[in-house]
């Protein structure tokens, strides 16, 4: 059973520093990887999506890559700014079964001031 | 990116009743929707996977005789919590899919409060 484990579980970083959220999942045959983000008491916004025969993605101050056969992503934040306060979730989809994801137990990430 | 609205936004009832969550995908045919619960401070937590015109498959430990689900429609998928109880208290999230390795795009969520 894939298990997905996100550290740290939370994060309070002063603005304008650059930080790396880090996802960590058991089963590597996986078929793709995505970050989302969760402000509080609201849906999930799709932030990238990497494939498993990619290495990274990047959009805009985000930037994930994936060690598929370690088992490992990271989401680097640039110049972190106070909008960027939310919970970042990591999900896989399982080779073969593409559609499930299995979520990770995200990261409460706090951008002070 | 495609639009899954969620009906109601929240709602709060009395213990013993029934509520019926909508999950519509706007501009596009959703052939798979999923349903995910999350509680306070922890991940989702799929539920079940449903298909257009067919039964859903729920994950094991969700009871289907209480968490029902109908896909009617590629663009309609309601999940009814019957006989909903306090512990059913929680974020219920649906996501839409054209179906295959496609994307899920995810709703907004239904907050469900039961006293």
């Known amino acids: 059973k894939q298990e997905v484990t996100q550290i740290p579980a939370a994060l309070s970083v002063p603005e304008g520093e650059n930080l790396v959220l880090n996802c960590s999942f058991t089963d590597s045959a996986i078929y793709n990887l995505q970050w989302f983000r969760q402000d509080p008491g609201k849906g999930l916004t799709s932030l990238l999506l990497i494939q498993s025969s990619q290495r990274e993605q990047t959009s805009g101050r985000l930037n994930a890559s994936l060690d598929k056969s370690s088992g490992r992503s990271t989401l680097y934040i640039a110049a972190s700014q106070p909008g960027d306060s939310a919970t970042y979730l990591c999900?896989?989809?399982?080779?073969?079964?593409?559609?499930?994801?299995?979520f990770g137990t995200g990261t409460r990430l706090q951008v002070t001031l | 990116g495609a639009v899954v609205s969620q009906h109601p936004s929240w709602v709060i009832c009395k213990s013993g009743t029934s509520v019926k969550i909508e999950c519509r995908s706007l501009?596009?045919?959703?052939?798979?929707m999923f349903w995910y619960r999350q509680f306070p401070k922890q991940s989702l937590m799929l539920m079940a996977t449903?298909?257009?015109?067919?039964?859903?498959?729920?994950e094991q430990g969700v009871e289907k005789d209480k968490f029902l689900i109908n896909h009617a429609s590629l663009t309609l998928s309601t999940l009814t919590v019957t006989s909903a109880h306090p512990e059913d208290s929680s974020f219920y999230i649906c996501s839409a899919s054209s179906g295959g390795y496609n994307e899920q795009f995810f709703g907004p969520g239904t907050r469900l409060t039961v006293l």
């Open positions: 449903s298909n257009e015109g067919s039964k859903a498959t729920y």
């Open positions: 501009d596009f045919q959703a052939t798979t």
């Open positions: 999900a896989v989809s399982r080779a073969g079964t593409a559609s499930k994801l299995t």
